[in-house]
């Protein structure tokens, strides 16, 4: 049974480049959730969708973070450019109607 | 500069004693709670919920309370194990506040537990 599949599970790049983590939310989920954890902030949520289209994206930094939900199986985040502050876990959720979010393993990444 | 990040709550527990983790929640519109346990270099995973109809649910060795009154949400360990280390999170889901169809969970700053062979 498939939990939440995140790719890739570490991330290491240089200020400037762009950065896309993916995420396969579990199967017959409708809502998707993406969240940043860090020693400083604690998690924190970035985006979520629902039923492939974004509710509420306040939680998104700025502009260089963009998120999509092509299909019900795939998003993906990303960031142009990175800076060594994005430098954090990446989380993503998926839950069923509002029900428990369950998350995947998470991309752990490091801008220098 | 001297960097400050959070410092989380720490709970030491000798094996084999009960623990409590407590929380407290800001929104009294709050109508659905949860624990998450996340273990280190793993992603938070679902432990036990509750609603706000209930003030206390039962699992596996796990017992969450609920009391709306004072806004406070406890998760009680029976007989805590070496793997029961982790950091425990608490969220909570307003959305009858929010708003139909709002799925977003409010995370605390979680605890560490540690446990004491």
């Known amino acids: 049974d498939a939990g939440v599949i995140q790719s890739p599970r570490h991330e290491v790049t240089e200020m400037g480049q762009e950065v896309t983590l993916r995420c396969k939310p579990i199967s017959g989920h409708n809502s998707l959730f993406w969240y940043r954890q860090t020693m400083m902030r604690g998690l924190e949520l970035l985006i979520y969708?629902?039923?492939?289209?974004?509710?509420?994206d306040s939680g998104m930094p700025e502009d260089r973070f963009s998120a999509k939900m092509p299909n019900a199986s795939f998003s993906t985040l990303k960031i142009q450019p990175s800076e060594p502050r994005d430098s954090a876990v990446y989380f993503c959720?998926?839950?069923?109607?509002?029900?428990?979010?369950?998350f995947g393993p998470g991309t752990r990444l490091t801008v220098l | 500069g001297e960097s400050v990040g959070l410092h989380l709550p720490t709970l030491s527990v000798q094996e084999g004693d009960n623990s409590i983790i407590n929380c407290a929640y800001s929104?009294?519109?709050?109508?659905?709670f949860i624990w998450y346990k996340q273990e280190s270099g793993k992603g938070p995973q679902f432990i036990i919920d509750?609603?706000?109809?209930?003030d206390k649910r039962q699992g596996q060795r796990v017992t969450v309370l609920l009391n709306k009154t004072v806004k406070h949400l406890s998760l009680q360990i029976a007989a805590t194990q070496p793997g029961d280390s982790a950091v425990y999170f608490c969220a909570e889901n307003s959305n009858g506040a929010s708003g139909a169809g709002s799925y977003q969970l409010t995370f605390g700053k979680g605890t560490k537990l540690s446990v004491i062979p």
């Open positions: 929104n009294s519109a709050s109508d659905y």
């Open positions: 509750i609603r706000s109809n209930m």
């Open positions: 969708f629902n039923n492939n289209v974004p509710i509420d």
């Open positions: 959720a998926s839950s069923f109607k509002g029900n428990t979010q369950y």
